[in-house]
Protein backbone atom coordinates (compact mmCIF):
# COMPACT_ATOMS: atom_id res chain seq x y z
CA UNK A 1 0.00 0.00 0.00
CA UNK A 2 1.42 3.51 -0.87
CA UNK A 3 1.32 6.50 1.73
CA UNK A 4 -1.11 9.70 0.83
CA UNK A 5 0.30 12.66 -0.91
CA UNK A 6 1.91 14.80 1.51
CA UNK A 7 1.72 18.42 0.94
CA UNK A 8 4.42 19.72 2.70
CA UNK A 9 7.23 21.52 1.07
CA UNK A 10 10.17 19.45 -0.11
CA UNK A 11 13.35 20.34 0.58
CA UNK A 12 15.54 18.14 -1.99
CA UNK A 13 15.11 17.06 -5.43
CA UNK A 14 14.53 13.48 -4.11
CA UNK A 15 12.04 14.74 -1.84
CA UNK A 16 10.17 16.23 -5.47
CA UNK A 17 10.77 12.86 -6.79
CA UNK A 18 9.07 10.91 -4.13
CA UNK A 19 5.95 14.11 -3.98
CA UNK A 20 5.60 13.20 -7.72
CA UNK A 21 5.75 9.42 -7.33
CA UNK A 22 2.72 9.83 -4.72
CA UNK A 23 0.75 11.54 -7.28
CA UNK A 24 1.57 8.96 -9.91
CA UNK A 25 0.27 6.10 -7.22
CA UNK A 26 -2.90 8.24 -6.18
CA UNK A 27 -4.81 8.35 -9.60
CA UNK A 28 -7.67 6.62 -10.33
CA UNK A 29 -7.96 4.08 -12.94
CA UNK A 30 -9.82 6.97 -15.13
CA UNK A 31 -6.79 9.24 -14.67
CA UNK A 32 -4.28 6.79 -15.60
CA UNK A 33 -3.51 9.17 -19.42
CA UNK A 34 -2.34 12.07 -17.47
CA UNK A 35 0.51 9.67 -15.79
CA UNK A 36 2.15 10.92 -19.27
CA UNK A 37 3.00 14.15 -17.86
CA UNK A 38 3.39 13.26 -14.11
CA UNK A 39 5.83 10.21 -14.76
CA UNK A 40 7.80 12.28 -17.87
CA UNK A 41 8.38 14.95 -15.12
CA UNK A 42 9.59 13.03 -12.57
CA UNK A 43 12.19 11.36 -14.91
CA UNK A 44 13.23 14.75 -15.95
CA UNK A 45 13.19 16.35 -12.45
CA UNK A 46 15.37 13.08 -11.38
CA UNK A 47 17.84 14.16 -14.07
CA UNK A 48 18.06 17.58 -12.84
CA UNK A 49 19.04 16.08 -9.75
CA UNK A 50 21.90 14.24 -11.04
CA UNK A 51 23.41 16.54 -12.90
CA UNK A 52 23.05 18.96 -9.51
CA UNK A 53 25.33 15.70 -7.80
CA UNK A 54 27.42 15.96 -11.16
CA UNK A 55 28.47 18.91 -10.40
CA UNK A 56 26.95 20.22 -13.89
CA UNK A 57 25.63 23.51 -12.71
CA UNK A 58 27.84 26.95 -11.38
CA UNK A 59 25.24 27.14 -8.60
CA UNK A 60 23.62 24.26 -7.33
CA UNK A 61 22.11 25.17 -4.56
CA UNK A 62 20.17 27.71 -6.61
CA UNK A 63 19.46 25.28 -8.93
CA UNK A 64 17.47 23.15 -6.48
CA UNK A 65 15.66 26.20 -4.70
CA UNK A 66 14.66 26.43 -8.28
CA UNK A 67 13.67 22.97 -8.99
CA UNK A 68 11.66 22.63 -5.78
CA UNK A 69 9.68 25.93 -6.41
CA UNK A 70 9.20 24.63 -9.72
CA UNK A 71 7.57 21.60 -8.98
CA UNK A 72 5.62 23.29 -6.42
CA UNK A 73 3.98 24.99 -8.64
CA UNK A 74 2.17 21.66 -10.10
CA UNK A 75 1.93 19.74 -7.41
CA UNK A 76 -0.44 22.49 -5.98
CA UNK A 77 -2.13 22.99 -9.21
CA UNK A 78 -2.98 19.14 -9.06
CA UNK A 79 -3.83 18.74 -5.86
CA UNK A 80 -6.11 21.34 -6.03
CA UNK A 81 -7.39 19.98 -8.62
CA UNK A 82 -8.24 16.45 -6.92
CA UNK A 83 -9.63 18.22 -4.85
CA UNK A 84 -12.28 19.97 -6.72
CA UNK A 85 -11.12 23.14 -6.54
CA UNK A 86 -9.89 25.94 -9.01
CA UNK A 87 -6.55 25.60 -11.02
CA UNK A 88 -5.41 28.27 -13.34
CA UNK A 89 -6.44 27.74 -16.37
CA UNK A 90 -3.88 26.15 -18.73
CA UNK A 91 -3.67 23.12 -15.90
CA UNK A 92 -7.29 22.92 -15.89
CA UNK A 93 -7.71 22.54 -19.50
CA UNK A 94 -5.13 20.10 -19.14
CA UNK A 95 -6.40 18.37 -16.45
CA UNK A 96 -10.02 18.11 -18.17
CA UNK A 97 -8.76 17.30 -22.16
CA UNK A 98 -10.20 13.89 -23.45
CA UNK A 99 -8.65 11.04 -22.07
CA UNK A 100 -8.69 9.86 -25.74
CA UNK A 101 -6.34 12.36 -26.76
CA UNK A 102 -2.90 10.98 -28.36
CA UNK A 103 -0.44 10.74 -25.70
CA UNK A 104 1.59 13.11 -27.22
CA UNK A 105 -0.71 15.86 -26.93
CA UNK A 106 -1.60 14.84 -23.04
CA UNK A 107 2.52 15.28 -22.83
CA UNK A 108 2.06 19.04 -24.66
CA UNK A 109 -1.14 20.09 -22.74
CA UNK A 110 1.04 19.52 -19.45
CA UNK A 111 4.04 20.78 -20.50
CA UNK A 112 2.28 23.80 -21.73
CA UNK A 113 1.22 24.95 -18.57
CA UNK A 114 4.39 24.03 -16.42
CA UNK A 115 6.54 25.94 -18.64
CA UNK A 116 4.69 28.50 -20.52
CA UNK A 117 3.09 29.65 -17.80
CA UNK A 118 4.75 28.10 -14.52
CA UNK A 119 8.21 28.25 -15.00
CA UNK A 120 8.23 32.28 -15.35
CA UNK A 121 6.44 33.06 -11.51
CA UNK A 122 8.86 29.98 -10.11
CA UNK A 123 12.40 31.20 -11.98
CA UNK A 124 11.06 34.88 -10.68
CA UNK A 125 10.46 33.58 -7.07
CA UNK A 126 13.65 32.32 -6.15
CA UNK A 127 15.90 35.58 -7.83
CA UNK A 128 15.59 38.54 -5.77
CA UNK A 129 15.38 42.32 -6.67
CA UNK A 130 18.34 42.78 -5.02
CA UNK A 131 19.88 40.00 -7.18
CA UNK A 132 18.01 41.50 -10.69
CA UNK A 133 21.29 44.58 -9.59
CA UNK A 134 23.61 42.56 -9.98
CA UNK A 135 24.44 41.44 -13.57
CA UNK A 136 27.04 39.06 -12.75
CA UNK A 137 25.05 37.05 -10.95
CA UNK A 138 21.73 37.00 -13.30
CA UNK A 139 23.87 36.21 -15.97
CA UNK A 140 25.10 33.15 -13.99
CA UNK A 141 21.49 32.57 -12.95
CA UNK A 142 20.91 32.58 -17.50
CA UNK A 143 23.38 30.29 -18.16
CA UNK A 144 22.43 28.24 -15.42
CA UNK A 145 18.83 28.15 -17.12
CA UNK A 146 20.09 27.10 -20.03
CA UNK A 147 22.16 24.51 -18.71
CA UNK A 148 18.68 22.92 -18.12
CA UNK A 149 18.10 22.98 -21.48
CA UNK A 150 20.60 20.87 -22.41
CA UNK A 151 19.64 18.35 -20.01
CA UNK A 152 16.17 17.92 -21.98
CA UNK A 153 17.80 18.03 -25.41
CA UNK A 154 19.20 14.78 -23.98
CA UNK A 155 16.28 13.46 -22.62
CA UNK A 156 14.24 13.99 -25.78
CA UNK A 157 15.53 10.51 -26.98
CA UNK A 158 14.80 8.52 -24.36
CA UNK A 159 11.22 10.11 -23.64
CA UNK A 160 10.36 9.40 -26.96
CA UNK A 161 11.44 5.40 -26.74
CA UNK A 162 8.73 5.77 -23.11
CA UNK A 163 5.62 6.67 -25.20
CA UNK A 164 6.43 4.89 -28.04
CA UNK A 165 4.25 2.25 -27.72
CA UNK A 166 1.45 4.65 -28.28
CA UNK A 167 2.26 6.16 -31.42
CA UNK A 168 0.85 6.01 -34.80
CA UNK A 169 2.97 4.38 -37.68
CA UNK A 170 3.73 7.75 -39.39
CA UNK A 171 4.81 8.88 -35.96
CA UNK A 172 7.29 6.35 -35.87
CA UNK A 173 8.48 7.01 -39.23
CA UNK A 174 8.91 10.79 -38.62
CA UNK A 175 10.88 9.94 -35.19
CA UNK A 176 14.04 11.37 -36.44
CA UNK A 177 12.13 14.76 -37.58
CA UNK A 178 9.90 14.48 -33.92
CA UNK A 179 13.39 14.15 -32.06
CA UNK A 180 14.39 17.45 -33.51
CA UNK A 181 11.66 19.35 -33.63
CA UNK A 182 11.50 18.12 -29.88
CA UNK A 183 14.79 19.71 -28.88
CA UNK A 184 14.15 23.07 -31.13
CA UNK A 185 11.06 23.90 -29.60
CA UNK A 186 11.85 23.23 -26.08
CA UNK A 187 14.89 25.25 -26.90
CA UNK A 188 12.54 28.01 -28.15
CA UNK A 189 10.26 28.12 -25.19
CA UNK A 190 12.61 27.99 -22.76
CA UNK A 191 14.35 30.99 -24.37
CA UNK A 192 10.87 32.88 -24.03
CA UNK A 193 10.46 32.06 -20.47
CA UNK A 194 13.47 34.23 -19.33
CA UNK A 195 12.52 37.61 -21.24
CA UNK A 196 8.98 36.60 -19.30
CA UNK A 197 10.87 36.64 -15.88
CA UNK A 198 12.25 40.16 -17.22
CA UNK A 199 9.08 41.13 -17.82
CA UNK A 200 6.91 40.09 -14.71
CA UNK A 201 10.31 41.35 -12.51
CA UNK A 202 9.28 44.86 -14.29
CA UNK A 203 5.99 44.26 -13.12
CA UNK A 204 6.85 43.29 -9.54
CA UNK A 205 9.13 46.37 -8.73
CA UNK A 206 5.96 48.12 -10.01
CA UNK A 207 3.98 46.09 -7.23
CA UNK A 208 1.92 43.55 -6.35
CA UNK A 209 -1.16 44.42 -8.92
CA UNK A 210 0.91 45.18 -11.61
CA UNK A 211 2.55 41.82 -10.76
CA UNK A 212 -0.81 40.02 -11.07
CA UNK A 213 -1.72 41.74 -13.93
CA UNK A 214 1.05 40.71 -15.66
CA UNK A 215 0.40 37.22 -14.76
CA UNK A 216 -3.04 36.56 -15.32
CA UNK A 217 -1.85 37.50 -19.01
CA UNK A 218 0.48 35.13 -19.33
CA UNK A 219 -2.28 32.39 -18.00
CA UNK A 220 -4.30 33.82 -20.94
CA UNK A 221 -1.37 33.84 -23.37
CA UNK A 222 -0.84 29.47 -22.22
CA UNK A 223 -4.09 28.76 -22.18
CA UNK A 224 -4.57 30.02 -26.13
CA UNK A 225 -1.96 28.14 -27.13
CA UNK A 226 -3.29 25.12 -26.28
CA UNK A 227 -5.98 25.48 -29.58
CA UNK A 228 -2.75 24.94 -31.55
CA UNK A 229 -1.69 21.90 -29.16
CA UNK A 230 -5.20 20.55 -30.01
CA UNK A 231 -5.01 20.84 -33.78
CA UNK A 232 -4.53 17.40 -35.91
CA UNK A 233 -1.66 16.92 -37.60
CA UNK A 234 2.05 16.58 -36.57
CA UNK A 235 1.96 18.40 -33.98
CA UNK A 236 5.60 18.28 -33.17
CA UNK A 237 6.91 19.47 -36.52
CA UNK A 238 4.17 22.11 -36.63
CA UNK A 239 5.90 23.39 -32.98
CA UNK A 240 8.63 23.06 -34.43
CA UNK A 241 7.81 26.00 -37.44
CA UNK A 242 5.51 28.20 -35.17
CA UNK A 243 7.22 27.64 -31.83
CA UNK A 244 6.06 26.22 -28.67
CA UNK A 245 6.58 29.21 -25.78
CA UNK A 246 5.01 32.25 -25.59
CA UNK A 247 5.71 35.79 -25.07
CA UNK A 248 4.13 38.60 -23.14
CA UNK A 249 3.80 41.53 -24.89
CA UNK A 250 5.80 45.13 -23.83
CA UNK A 251 3.08 46.80 -20.93
Do not use: C
Amino acid sequence: MHAGPTREPASTIDEVVEQLQQRIDALSHDQVHRRTFITTYQRTTQAVGDAVRDAFFEDPDWVVRWDIAFADLFIVAHDADQAGGQVPRPWRLAFQADPKLPTIVHLLLGMNAHINFDLPPATLSVITDHDFEDPVLIDRRRRDHERIDRILARRVAEEDHAIGGARSLLDRILTPANRLSSRRFLREARGKVWLNVAELQRARLEGTNAYRARLAELEVLAAAKIADLLRPGQVLLRLALTGFGVTLPPP
